[in-house]
């Protein structure tokens, strides 16, 4: 069982690997050429994937190193260094210095947060894109229905004017609120099914939000309308009175 769970989480690191790969490809304008992280640094999820114990043994200040820890980095050193014989053009001296310059980048997350950061930014783009589909839709109904609503306003009889503007605001809430769920399915249907709902998840609440008040301002919106067109109406039956 824990075998499995370990080839699984092997599988998931190296498609997360290809992902990144395709997001930066996209990001330096190269789509098509790279696919998969092999292409860009030779990499085998069974061989080249370390999983190392906890440094200390107990509780620091008193903990003692973890034996298991060192016999990790030692079986890694010796993998590395024989990696180095058998594969590399460059001689060892090349390659220390090579290997020194990643261990450096990667202490400072250079290397690891570039790769995270291209990711990240595109999958935030991609939310970002499909949240603008929604807010339009969400705009444009709320656009038809306004302009329906003030042709009725204007053109019912003064009489049945009150009835008209009762029966309007009755409406609005719940056409603003079937809209409003429409689109809220969409967005669940988004953060559960994308590729990158794992990456897009921290999103979901201010997503939300930003929904929820935008239903408020276009609904707050449509009432001002509908208000002041109403009160011209009995502002000029006044005057004509």
Known sequence: MAGEKGMMGRINFKEKLDQ???????????????KSFNQIMEFNEEDDVYHFPALWKGDPPMALVNPGYSRKAQEMKLQL????????????SV????????WQAVLQENFVFS?????EIAAYNTLDAKYGQWSWRFQQQMMQW????????????????????????????RHVQNIY???????????EESPEREIISKWKSDTEIRLTNLRTQLQTRAESHCKQLNTSRHALAKVDE
Do not use: W
């Not at 390659?95 to 990643?102: A, I, P, Q, R, S």
């Not at 790769?115 to 990711?119: A, E, H, P």
């Not at 769920?181 to 953060?191: A, H, I, R, Y």
């Open 146 to 173: 306004e302009q329906q609503a003030q042709n009725e306003l204007r053109s019912c009889p003064g009489d049945e004017l009150p009835r008209v503007y009762e029966r309007l605001t009755s409406e609005l809430p």
């Open 181 to 191: 769920q429409s689109l809220k399915e969409n967005l669940e249907t988004c953060f």
């Open 115 to 119: 790769f995270k950061n291209t990711v």
């Open 95 to 102: 390659f220390k210095v090579h290997m020194n310059d990643l």
């Open 81 to 92: 260094i024989n990696f180095a014989k058998v594969k590399s053009a460059n001689p060892l």
């Open 20 to 34: 990144m790969t395709l997001a930066a490809a996209k990001e330096e304008n190269l789509d098509g050429q790279y």
